[in-house]
């Protein structure tokens, strides 16, 4: 899905903005390819099915609007427009709460992703080289350590966890319990995998035909 195919389907209204936008990249670089491992073995650690090339999709933002995209991204939450944001990206998944698809707590998600923009909220670099301390040997130090318990910013998110935290602080209803309802517990790869559960929390409501792209070796 390009550019161009994306705004149209967002001004056609059957992709809204607070709708969550899931990346694979076509070359990807040394720290989505790391976020990649961690995200297979992530998956494993939590016993979810998922489809094969899951842990390919390494980014997530949201819909803002038909022009621009928000998202935490490095160094910090912004803005991007989607001729930009397009650039290098080989498929996208669009995905959306389950229960809870209203389109004004949607975008109202939309803007609590700007409010992040004005506070210049940064991203928390942090919690990249945690990811890469329990792929390769935190879980085996630390009794098999899940995921999820490893991360101690409450105040910000990866990019995944932010879209998660921005429908939450929406008032959507997202029917999590437990240590799902931390937004750190849903990167990128986990969203998509939960679309494909039994009773799933989310959902695709569009995605784009595959493109070849660089496989991740385990």
């Not at 040997?137 to 098999?144: A, S, Y």
């Not at 437990?178 to 986990?190: C, K, V």
Request: aromatic share 10%; proline share 8%.
């Amino acid at each position: 899905m390009i550019a161009q195919q994306l705004t149209s389907a967002i001004v056609s209204g059957s992709v809204l903005p607070g709708d969550c936008v899931l990346y694979r990249y076509s070359r990807p670089g040394p720290i989505q390819r790391m976020i990649a491992r961690t995200q297979r073995r992530a998956l494993a650690d939590l016993g979810a099915d998922a489809p094969a090339d899951a842990h390919l999709f390494t980014h997530a933002g949201m819909v803002f609007d038909c022009w621009l995209s928000v998202e935490m991204t490095s160094p910090r939450a912004r803005l991007i427009p989607w001729t930009r944001r397009m650039e290098g990206v080989a498929e996208i998944r669009i995905v959306r709460p389950a229960a809870d698809q209203s389109p004004a707590l949607l975008r109202q998600a939309a803007v609590e992703g700007y409010e992040d923009v004005f506070r210049r909220i940064r991203y928390p670099h942090r919690e990249i080289l945690l990811y890469w301390a329990w792929s390769w040997g935190w879980q085996k130090l630390h009794g098999k350590t899940p995921f999820y318990t490893v991360f101690r910013s409450r105040e910000r998110n990866v990019c995944s966890g932010s879209v998660v935290d921005w429908w939450t602080r929406a008032g959507l209803a997202l029917g999590l319990a437990g240590l799902d309802t931390w937004p750190e517990a849903w990167y990128p790869a986990r969203l998509l995998a939960d679309c494909l559960q039994p009773a799933p929390h989310f959902q695709i409501v569009a995605h784009d035909a595959p493109k070849p792209t660089q496989e991740i070796a385990p």
